[in-house]
């Protein structure tokens, strides 16, 4: 199973969208929140994203119009 630290920022239109549900939902893939800001205007999510189609939930964010960044090391130790 893959699995993936990612960065996603999304803008004012995606706020309201439930897209880690359709994360779960539409690709079986697992999320794991480690930190989040979410704003009238636009938000963002640090996340652990593992499951046999990581590559394609990614694209599903991307195709959304949302700004996907791998990430290295642990957010919370800083």
Not at 15 to 24: Q, S, T
Not at 26 to 43: Q, T
Not at 45 to 66: A, H, N, T
């Amino acid at each position: 199973m893959a699995s993936s630290r990612l960065h996603v920022s999304f803008p004012e239109e995606l706020v309201d969208r439930p897209m880690l549900y359709e994360l779960v939902r539409d690709f079986g893939l697992v999320p794991n929140v480690r930190r989040a800001n979410v704003e009238g205007h636009s938000g963002w999510v640090i996340l652990e994203l593992s499951g046999d189609r990581l590559e394609d939930g990614i694209s599903y964010l991307e195709e959304l119009g949302c700004t996907v960044n791998r990430m290295e090391g642990d957010v919370l130790e800083g």
